[in-house]
């Protein structure tokens, strides 16, 4: 149970004192005897009516209507420590950016107390706020308005998850003061400079006084890209300098917000920034969703990961020759590809047996028909092949090694190459040669590298030719000046096949040498795996942004669509949130840190003041009237008893009696409101078994672990189906020692026989009188048959129980009082106590189930005892993890409906008696019957 205000709970305090105040109306008439005439004559008349009230009860009431008077009149202790009470209506301007996320609610608060203290003083207010609203929503200021109405707008309110436009907020204050309104300005700033700070600060003095509170250790931080060598995820916290060290945690999470790894980042006093470095795996690291960092709220504090932050693994084929340095096939592609992949090299049937994004094979790797069979099926599964050209493609092409096959440009074509091919190599230059090594033309649009830049020395003095064809252009992503192809690709499946028609080594070109050889297997890589990397003048519409407290929702309906080459270049703004843009295949993430801009604290604007000076005032009002409310609750008590006559009242009495209304009047004052009232519960019920707070079951404890366990276990399966299917409500089921606790609370008790029982007159005793006051023994033998099993032990009849079990039971009943016995039929009530039953079976079934006599007056005809050897608790158990996991024989999951059914009525029967054998149910009853 959950109180919204606990400490009303201390009034029950007041409940003996109403006690003694009821017991001393009406006055109880004085005893005397009467004494002889001789002394009658000397007893003195005693007047005890008064003329007018005593004088301490004329103060005591006095006081108390000057308390209501002053409550009345409201009085407060101000906190104002800045004197933000003004004579005129001010101007409040609150920067609501991303900046402001930090301490944002302390800003509520304190923008809540100066405008509660405006109100009281009678003002209304303009609220200017400088980050834009949603959409194309200009910045403007709002109209003059009730301090009260302003409340009520900014307490739900958050900060905008993009920055400020301090340039359009001083265009908007220009055009306020051009219509002639000046007053002083509140200015609640986020500490963060922008460009237009100067005008924005010019345009704030031209309106009047400006007082700028600020949170002077707020911190202010981005999450930036810092990619370095690319072998790890690279980021950089980007902070306004403070002049002390800040400490703070970095945790890089999953989707879900598992945590991979946690960094702790020192920022040294007046650092702006600050390196991470995140070393995981490329499995672990393609499971990054988003880094953040810890105990600081708003959307610049994190960062959304996309594609472009994920290492994608790549297949080296090794051929059969050596590999030596600065000669083998692989040498450049380990040096291009390294910082931004995970490198994977060895035989074609190793590299496939993992998960690949891409598969790079040099020349003379791909020779045997197997090899390109297994390659031509994962490639149509999704992967990219990346191909070079050298002798042995030129001699496959010539049809001197290589099994022809249909292909993307006609019959007769390897499916590996993504055009057919010449049958010789071409050579640009040497000494048999009149022609010049040729150079790299600028890559066409359509061309994942069509922004790189072609480096003026990168030239190609040796390729293999592609046939022509007329849609040899669509296949081309790069061309040399002369127009022949260098790097071409075709769709096989649900992927694609890219060759590059030079070798991977610098024997063809130098282009394995530069820079650009690296950027193209960059681009290549984000292609790779089903991601496609959109045109670069596509629109990526926004599919989750970040709002201002960093949470992830759906994008606000001003939000519009991005570039694809916008990002990492564009800030965050009202029409481009922060968050993820695109479809899932080519998804990428606009965050605050990608453009955050120079960070640097804001310049102070007119008086400065801290933030954290604005507190609420104090009311007085509610003390004064609590106050006189005692003083009255005292002064009723004391009228009491005075007509009472029973006690003088003096100043001591006065003095106790005030105490002592006040400690119930205004609890919240004394140590015992510190009190939770849990605790307090706790501590009234802690001499009180859970059996008397709540109704429960209990089984007799047997020594034996497996037999007590399924007790208690059948008990609560039996407890739950009853809570879910009755209006009983049953607590946790206790294990009882009859000899040692008190079975007086338990309506039914459970009791298990096992061969090795017995008894002891303590526990016999206990049982008689358990059942004399009308509570039920439920006896199982767990699968013996009382009635059938043979007297002598040896011949004991086994039926799922272990040997011995009837013998137990003569002696743990010999000294019970139980009375005649007879089979259970369907005509008693225990049969139609909720469910009308047939059948009473338990994890067994077919063996009867003995009860009292019906007519037997003890406990108003309701049987102490129920005798049965289905073994009901294995039936009913249920384990912590819900399920039963033990077997009904021989009807299974219909078998054990019954035997829960049969404890919903026994359970029934232990808490309502005979109350079904009225005969006011028997209508109801044959109707049910069909009779």
Not at 502 to 520: E, H, K, Y
Not at 557 to 570: E, I, K, N, S
């Amino acid at each position: 149970m959950i109180l919204t205000t606990p400490w009303v709970l201390w009034a029950l305090l007041a409940l003996p004192v109403v006690w003694l105040l009821l017991r001393a109306l009406p006055p109880r008439p004085r005893e005397q005897s009467f004494p002889p005439v001789t002394l009658l004559l000397g007893l003195g008349a005693r007047n005890d009516d008064v003329a007018r009230a005593p004088l301490w009860l004329l103060l005591l009431r006095c006081l108390a209507v000057a308390l209501l008077i002053g409550a009345c009149a409201q009085p407060f202790i101000t906190r104002d420590r800045g004197g933000i009470a003004t004579s005129a209506d001010p101007l409040l301007v609150i920067d609501n950016g991303w900046a402001a996320a930090p301490g944002w609610t302390q800003r509520l608060r304190a923008v809540d107390s100066i405008l509660e203290r405006l109100e009281r003083n009678g003002h209304s207010v303009r609220l200017l706020l400088t980050a834009p609203p949603t959409g194309d929503e200009p910045v403007r200021v709002g109209p003059v308005q009730s301090p009260a109405v302003l409340r009520t707008m900014l307490d739900p309110s958050e900060p905008q998850p993009w920055g400020v436009d301090r340039a359009a907020a001083a265009q908007a204050l220009r055009d306020m003061t051009r219509q002639g309104w000046h007053g002083p300005v509140l200015y609640l700033a986020d500490g963060m400079a922008t460009r237009d700070d100067d005008a924005f600060a010019t345009a704030l003095r031209d309106v009047g006084t400006v007082r700028d509170l600020r949170l002077p250790d707020s911190d202010i931080v981005t999450l930036a890209p810092d990619r370095g060598d690319g072998t790890v995820l690279g980021l950089r916290i980007r902070t306004v300098p403070r002049p002390h060290v800040r400490e703070m945690n970095v945790r890089a999470q999953t989707i879900d917000n598992s945590t991979l790894q946690l960094l702790h980042v020192t920022v040294p006093s007046g650092a702006a920034q600050a390196s991470i470095r995140m070393d995981l795996p490329a499995e672990l690291r393609n499971q990054l969703d988003h880094v953040d960092i810890d105990a600081i709220t708003g959307p610049a504090s994190i960062r959304l990961l996309d594609e472009n932050d994920r290492r994608r693994p790549v297949g080296l084929i090794a051929g059969s020759s050596s590999d030596t340095p600065l000669m083998g096939n692989l040498f450049y592609l380990r040096r291009a590809l390294a910082p931004t992949a995970e490198l994977r090299e060895g035989s074609l049937d190793s590299l496939l047996s993992r998960p690949l994004s891409i598969l790079i094979a040099p020349d003379g790797t791909l020779g045997s028909p197997d090899a390109r069979r297994k390659v031509e099926n994962w490639v149509r599964g999704g992967g990219m092949l990346i191909r070079f050209a050298g002798p042995l493609l030129v001699q496959s092409a010539s049809g001197g090694g290589i099994d022809a096959s249909p292909g993307p440009q006609g019959a007769q074509a390897d499916a590996l190459l993504p055009v057919r091919l010449m049958d010789a190599e071409r050579v640009l230059g040497g000494a048999m040669s009149w022609s010049k090594p040729e150079h790299l033309a600028p890559f066409g649009a359509q061309s994942p590298f069509h922004d790189l830049p072609v480096p003026s020395d990168v030239t190609v003095s040796r390729q293999v030719l592609a046939r022509p064809a007329t849609d040899l252009d669509t296949h081309t992503w790069a061309r040399l000046t002369d127009g022949t192809p260098l790097v071409t690709h075709a769709a096989l499946g649900a992927g694609q096949v890219v060759l590059f028609h030079v070798t991977s080594t610098a024997d063809w070109s130098n282009l394995p040498l530069s820079g650009l050889f690296v950027s193209m297997l960059q681009r290549l890589g984000e292609r790779a795996v089903g991601i496609e990397t959109p045109a670069d003048q596509s629109l990526l519409s926004p599919y989750l942004t970040l709002d201002g407290a960093g949470v992830e929702g759906p994008p606000p309906a001003g939000a519009q669509a991005l570039r694809a080459d916008a990002f990492g270049h564009v800030a965050v703004s009202a029409i481009h949130p922060p968050g993820l843009y695109g479809p899932r295949a080519s998804r990428r993430a606009l965050n605050v840190g990608d453009e955050a801009g120079p960070m640097a604290p804001q310049s102070p604007i007119g008086t400065a003041m801290d933030l954290r000076g604005q507190m609420p005032d104090i009311a007085l009002g509610p003390i004064l009237a609590v106050l006189a409310l005692v003083l009255i609750l005292a002064d009723g008590i004391i009228a009491i008893m005075l007509r009472s006559r029973r006690v003088r009242v003096s100043g001591p009495a006065l003095a106790l009696v005030l105490g002592a209304a006040s400690s119930l009047v205004l609890p919240m004052q004394g140590r015992a409101a510190d009190m939770p009232a849990t605790d307090a519960a706790t501590q009234r019920n802690a001499h009180v078994p859970g059996a008397a707070l709540e109704t429960r079951l209990g089984y007799i404890v047997t020594g034996h672990d497996d037999i007590d366990t399924v007790s208690r276990e059948g008990l609560q399966g039996l407890s739950d189906y009853v809570n879910a299917r009755t209006s009983a409500v049953l607590g946790h089921p206790d294990a009882l020692v009859p000899e040692r606790d008190d079975l007086s609370y338990y309506p039914m008790i459970y009791w298990p026989v096992t061969a090795d029982a017995t008894t002891t007159p303590a526990r016999t005793a206990a049982l008689n009188a358990y059942m004399r006051h009308g509570g039920i023994l439920m006896i199982d033998t767990q699968g013996q048959d009382p009635a059938t099993a043979p007297r002598d032990e040896k011949d004991d009849a086994f039926t799922g129980s272990a040997p011995g079990t009837a013998a137990a039971l003569r002696r743990m009943t010999a000294g019970l009082d139980i009375p005649p016995l007879t089979k259970l039929d369907d005509h008693h009530v225990l049969t139609h106590t909720f469910y009308l039953l047939h059948d009473f079976p338990g994890r067994y079934d077919g063996m009867p189930v003995w009860i009292a006599q019906e007519g037997d007056s003890t406990n108003d005809g309701v049987s102490p005892v129920i005798i049965g050897s289905n073994d009901w608790a294995h039936a009913w158990a249920v384990d912590d993890s819900g399920n039963t996991p033990y077997a009904t024989m021989p009807d299974g999951a219909e078998q054990r409906t019954l035997a829960y059914r049969f404890g919903v009525n026994a359970v029934l029967y232990a808490l309502t008696g005979n109350y079904k054998a009225d005969q006011v149910h028997v209508p109801a009853l044959l109707k049910r019957l069909g009779e």
